[in-house]
Each structure stands twice: as structure tokens, then as C-alpha cells.
């Protein structure tokens, strides 16, 4: 017996949306390293607090995140000047929920900061990758045609 076609584009479609994500941990772990080479860096020469460093780190592989993720996760052409701002506005709220994380498991917890970061960053992946795939470097709608062209009658 034959599976129904919903089916088999459920499976597709699944599966296509497992190797964009796994592509996405690729670029988010190149990401990670300047992130987590910067928080390290700032805190252990004694320059931040965990908290900034983390959110400095966190800005350093936002650069790095939309530039791979551009091209290699999304493969996107939607303009640059509308991929940005919308990057932007995801990594802010990722930003947010960062800060919020590690101020929270480091002052309210006293949880050391690796272990704090890497609970924030497990949260955030997610919150990152869904925001961007549905809507930073989704295709922009394509105008619908209406059933009467506009101007001629």
C-alpha cells in the first residue's frame, strides 16, 4: 500500500527542516566560539562582570551568526536592508533573554558563569532559529493576482 502524499511531504518536509537546523547548529557553534571566546576572555583578565561579557559575546557572534546564516542556513535574498533590522529585532529579544538568564542564574543562583551560559545559550538557539527561519530570512509574500487586473475594467 501506497502512503498518502501528505505523508510523504510531511517527511519531506520534516527532514529538510532537520538538515536547515543541523546546518544552523554548524553556523551557530562558529557563532558560539567567538561568543564564548569573548565572555571568557573579558572575565577571566578581570575587564567584565559575567553578565556584560556574556551580553558582549553575545553581540560579537550576532555578527558573525547573520553573515553564515545569510547564506549558508537560509540561503536567503531577501535585501539586506530588510534582513537586518529583522535580525535585529530577533537577536534583541535573544539579547534580552540572555540577560535575563544569566542574571538570574549567576546573581540569583550563584551558578558559575559557563554553566549559566550554556543553559542561556540552550534556550536561545531555539528562540534564534525559529525567529529567523519564519521570519528574518523567510521568502517576503508574493502579491496574489486578483481576479480582476486593477485599472481596466
Known amino acids: 500500500m501506497r502512503e498518502p502524499i501528505s505523508t510523504i511531504w510531511n517527511a519531506a518536509a520534516l527532514a529538510a527542516l532537520a ?32 553578565v556584560p ?39 534583541a529579544i535573544g539579547f534580552g533573554l540572555t540577560w535575563l538568564i544569566m542574571a538570574g542564574l549567576t546573581r540569583g543562583f550563584s551558578l558559575p558563569y559557563l554553566a549559566a551560559q550554556g543553559l542561556a545559550t540552550g534556550v536561545v538557539v531555539f528562540w534564534n532559529f525559529l525567529g529567523h527561519r519564519v521570519w528574518t530570512f523567510a521568502a517576503p509574500p508574493v502579491p496574489s493576482l486578483s481576479e480582476e487586473p486593477s485599472g481596466i475594467r
Open 19 to 50: 538538515r536547515q537546523f543541523v546546518a544552523y547548529v554548524g553556523v551557530s557553534l562558529a557563532a558560539l566560539a567567538v561568543h564564548y571566546a569573548l565572555l571568557a576572555g573579558l572575565v577571566e583578565t578581570g575587564r567584565a562582570d559575567p
Open 53 to 91: 561579557a556574556a551580553l558582549a559575546g553575545y553581540l560579537a557572534g550576532a555578527v558573525v551568526s547573520y553573515g553564515l546564516n545569510r547564506r549558508l542556513t537560509y540561503a536567503s535574498d531577501r535585501p539586506h536592508a530588510e534582513a537586518t533590522w529583522r535580525f535585529g529585532i530577533v537577536a
